[in-house]
């Protein structure tokens, strides 16, 4: 199994500025994914997270507003960019350590709050 | 990505077992079916997931239609504990990714 840790736990922003999201991975994994899940409803996934090279954005998702790091096998950073209230949501990073049917870990998740 | 259909919500006495459906006729050949759930205010957790046979682990257990399209996630002995939201997802062996829908609330009565 994997323990994954996120920080900031919550923050509150104002529209315009930008905030840096990180998530740890307690053990290395293979894949690594993003995830944002507005108030009462499902997760929609942002981005697969991949080491040394771009994220693979899904539709609706891009690079500008989203970027994404992931250096190595245990850490990935989401950017969320010039803030609106609509960014108000949870993320959550998830993270599997083989293959694709992999068993993926979550984050506890980062509330973000954009005033 | 293929899709999946549950009910919005479900509701079980404690001790009881609870069978919560899962219809996705557009199943492809190498989708896997994945249950996770999510307790409130914690990120999802993996449940289990199956191809074509029906599955057990400590958690639940996974049967699956002969014809694939549609599957039931069965908790043998609700507990409290197990009130969450309750996704099942097709997930594809080349990707990784999970597209989740709406997911089934499942509320446990003591």
């Known amino acids: 199994s994997a323990v994954i840790s996120q920080k900031p736990s919550r923050d509150i922003c104002q529209r315009g500025t930008s905030l840096t999201i990180q998530c740890q991975v307690d053990s290395q994994v293979t894949m690594m994914f993003w995830y944002r899940q507005q108030p009462g409803q499902s997760l929609t996934l942002i981005a697969t997270a991949n080491q040394g090279s771009e994220a693979t954005y899904e539709s609706g998702f891009v690079i500008d507003k989203f970027p994404i790091s992931r250096p190595n096998l245990t850490f990935s950073t989401l950017t969320v960019s010039n803030m609106s209230p609509e960014d108000s949501s949870i993320y959550l990073c998830s993270g599997a350590a083989g293959g694709p049917l992999d068993t993926q870990y979550f984050g506890p998740g980062t509330r973000l709050t954009v005033l | 990505d293929a899709k999946t259909t549950q009910p919005n919500s479900m509701e079980s006495n404690e001790e009881e077992p609870v069978h919560l459906p899962c219809n996705h006729s557009t199943i492809s050949g190498t989708d896997y079916i994945h249950w996770y759930r999510q307790l409130p205010s914690q990120g999802p957790e993996y449940v289990i997931h199956?191809?074509?046979s029906n599955v057990n682990n400590r958690m639940a257990s996974l049967a699956i239609a002969e014809d694939r399209k549609s599957s039931t996630l069965i908790l043998h002995r609700a507990t409290l504990r197990d009130a969450a939201v309750y996704y099942c997802i097709l997930g594809t062996s080349n990707t990784g990714k999970l597209i989740f829908g709406q997911g089934t609330t499942l509320q446990v009565k003591p």
């Open positions: 199956g191809l074509t």
